[in-house]
Structures are given as structure tokens and as C-alpha cells.
T-cell receptor
Framework: LAKTTQPISMDSYEGQEVNITCSHNNIATNDYITWYQQFPSQGPRFIIQGYKTKVTNEVASLFIPADRKSSTLSLPRVSLSDTAVYYCLVGDIVDDKIIFGKGTRLHILP | DADVTQTPRNRITKTGKRIMLECSQTKGHDRMYWYRQDPGLGLRLIYYSFDVKDINKGEISDGYSVSRQAQAKFSLSLESAIPNQTALYFC???????????????FGPGTRLTVL
């Protein structure tokens, strides 16, 4: 399974766009990139998933360059409620024994 | 997610006791998982099951056992609890690969276990 590296923590302000980058140099051909969000004392919640280029949904965008060795989760116009831990995961969509790392603790300031 | 429930939500026990954590799901998913989370750390996979007859060890299975009683139920047991098993435990489910566009796991609310 590909190992991921992401910043331990980030701070931002309400109304800003936040970009969290994840490195996954050993990503395999069959691997997808998935991001989860976790609030304190709750289970993680799926945010977005992609394979290449750009994926956008109502919550976030995911940018994946051509070499797929990194990805960037973009949260537009964050609010205080976006304060959470964000996990980047890489894994085969068929054999989905995915591995959660320590994630990025995002703190949104007023 | 209300479709994935865990019981109990909180449990305090003593070293050496046998503990069972239960997970039930109404999503009709084939795949179920047990994770533990320690303060400041990410989730670590304990066991996972792709169907009733398929159970696999995860990263940290030592000291734990599981039972998949039915498609909807997946139990985690600590045969003889020890203090370093104090953690937040999450159950999750997912659809069989290929049935949905995204490979998404749905998590329960968690069980906070304290072993004294």
C-alpha cells in the first residue's frame, strides 16, 4: 500500500480557501486517492475521491497532477465548522484495505 | 452515520476481563471493518471482513478477535483486556468493489473503551 505524507497541522481563517497537499510517491496504477474528514469523537466521513486530473463536488475539489505522486484537497471559503482532521488515503479500489495515516489537523480561526 | 451502530458507546473495564464490542449495519454492505484510534493518532485497522466467510487481519490484530455473525453484524472481542487497549474503536462498512462509483467507507459513532 502506498504511504502518504501530509502536514501535521494547518491554520487558516474563515472565508479563506484552504489547500492541503498529500504526497504519495509510490502510488500504484490501480490506486485511487481518497480524502476523509473527522470531527472530534466522531468517525471519519468521506469527502472526495479521484484517480487523475480534477474532481469537484459540493464540498471540495481534488487536484491530481499527471504523475499522480501528490494530490491537493481544496476547501473553498472555509468556516469554523471545517475545523477537523483531514486524512489522505491511497489504495486499490478493489482490495480496499486502506491505511489511515495521522492526517492533517486543520484549525479555522475567526 | 445512523446506518452503522455500535454498542456500547462507552465502556470501562478492568485488566483481564473479556470485552465484546458490537457493530450492526443496515446499509446492506458486504464489507465491514474494525479500527482503533489513539489520541493524536490516525486510525489503525484491526480486522476486516469482505463477507461472512472472509475475515482478515489488519495492522494490529494481536490481542483481538472478531466474529462475523451475519452480513449485518461484526463483533470485536478483547479476550483479556489490557490497559494499552484503551482507545476509541470504530466500526465501518463499505460496498463491494465495483457496485458503486466511489469506494467509500461509512463509520459508526465509535466506542470509547477504558481498561483500568
Amino acid at each position: 500500500l502506498a504511504k502518504t505524507t501530509q502536514p501535521i497541522s494547518m491554520d487558516s481563517y474563515e472565508g479563506q480557501e484552504v489547500n492541503i497537499t498529500c504526497s504519495h510517491n509510490n502510488i500504484a496504477t490501480n490506486d485511487y486517492i481518497t480524502w476523509y474528514q473527522q470531527f472530534p469523537s466522531q468517525g471519519p466521513r468521506f469527502i472526495i475521491q479521484g484517480y487523475k486530473t480534477k474532481v469537484t463536488n459540493e464540498v471540495a475539489s481534488l487536484f491530481i497532477p499527471a504523475d499522480r505522486k501528490s494530490s491537493t484537497l481544496s476547501l473553498p471559503r472555509v468556516s469554523l465548522s471545517d475545523t477537523a482532521v483531514y486524512y489522505c488515503l491511497v489504495g486499490d479500489i478493489v482490495d480496499d484495505k486502506i491505511i489511515f495515516g495521522k492526517g492533517t489537523r486543520l484549525h479555522i480561526l475567526p | 452515520d445512523a446506518d452503522v451502530t455500535q454498542t456500547p458507546r462507552n465502556r470501562i473495564t478492568k485488566t483481564g476481563k473479556r470485552i465484546m464490542l458490537e457493530c450492526s449495519q443496515t446499509k446492506g454492505h458486504d464489507r465491514m471493518y474494525w479500527y482503533r484510534q489513539d489520541p493524536g493518532l490516525g486510525l489503525r485497522l484491526i480486522y476486516y471482513s469482505f463477507d461472512v466467510k472472509d475475515i482478515n487481519k489488519g495492522e494490529i490484530s494481536d490481542g483481538y478477535s472478531v466474529s462475523r455473525q451475519a452480513q449485518a453484524k461484526f463483533s470485536l472481542s478483547l479476550e483479556s483486556a489490557i490497559p494499552n487497549q484503551t482507545a476509541l474503536y470504530f466500526c465501518a462498512t463499505s460496498e463491494r468493489a465495483g457496485r458503486t462509483m466511489y469506494n467509500e467507507q461509512f463509520f459508526g459513532p465509535g466506542t470509547r473503551l477504558t481498561v483500568l
